[in-house]
């Protein structure tokens, strides 16, 4: 950390908030202040470039044309490169997710190249993935299973420099035959929405620790009652492997 506030940068909220995405920095805040530790969200609309000394990056989902726009963003790309190699950790999700691989693909076929900060690339499914998920965490630590709202419409192939966030047990994820999302370094990608975070306090508090240290946990009460309606009713989605 640069000072003694933790910087938590939501990036192109106009562009990337699909679902509210834009409530993952609220919660790394509110987790944060809940402990008594200082956090600043800044939100980073027009051209702005991250700041250099950022500890922890948001970004939300997104319609094709608004991941296209966010694409040819040379002065998001360059800073976001520098914050990643300077240690910050990033979470993006959905359109955002797609952005960050080598290259997505939009509406029929073009392929767009992206920020090249996770080893992944994006085609088209066959069909829409729209619904709740379940996915069993695949992050070492976080034994919880991560709950979510997909609804796009990518299919996501990991290289070997990424590993899957979760496997998935209920709905589609990354639709490469059961991995959900992208883990590389600091940097992690996911199609849950939710918001991801408010879903998954363990998944927020794993990002928190890269920049505070473990935290000790908090009372989560109307939370684990959110996650057990979310888990029921995912249930009633088939697993889809595409
Ligand atoms: N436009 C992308 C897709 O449809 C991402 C959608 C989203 O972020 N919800 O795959």
Redesign the pocket.
């Known amino acids: 950390m640069a000072d003694s506030a933790v910087s938590i940068v939501l990036v192109r909220p106009a562009l990337?908030g699909?679902?509210g995405d834009g409530g993952n920095a609220l919660v790394l805040a509110v987790r944060l202040g809940r402990r008594g530790i200082q956090a600043d969200v800044v939100l980073l609309d027009g051209n702005q470039p991250l700041p250099r000394a950022s500890d922890l990056i948001v970004l939300?989902?997104?319609?094709?044309g608004a991941?296209e726009a966010v694409a040819d963003d040379d002065v998001l790309r360059h800073s976001l490169t520098l914050a990643v190699a300077a240690g910050a950790a990033v979470l993006a999700?959905?359109?955002?997710f797609?952005l960050l691989g080598d290259r997505f693909q939009?509406g029929a076929g073009r392929s767009i190249a992206g920020f090249g900060l996770l080893d992944c690339t994006?085609d088209r499914l066959s069909e829409?993935a729209v619904g709740e998920v379940v996915a069993d965490s695949a992050l070492p630590g976080l034994e919880v299973p991560l709950t979510g709202f997909?609804?796009?419409?990518?299919r996501t192939l990991l290289g070997a420099e990424a590993t899957p966030l979760g496997l998935v047990s209920h709905g589609v994820g990354n639709g490469d035959g059961g991995g959900e999302g992208a883990v590389q370094g600091r940097v992690i990608g996911s199609y849950l929405?939710g918001p991801v975070l408010a879903r998954n306090p363990a998944l927020a508090d794993s990002l928190l620790a890269h920049v505070v240290g473990p935290l000790p946990p908090l009372a989560e009460g109307p939370v684990t009652r959110l996650r057990s309606e979310r888990l029921a009713a995912a249930r009633g989605r088939r697993v889809r492997r595409h």
Do not use: F, P
Not at 150 to 154: D, L, Q, V
């Open positions: 990337l699909t679902y939300g989902g997104g319609e094709d991941q999700i959905c359109g955002g797609q939009v994006t829409r997909e609804n796009h419409a990518g929405h």
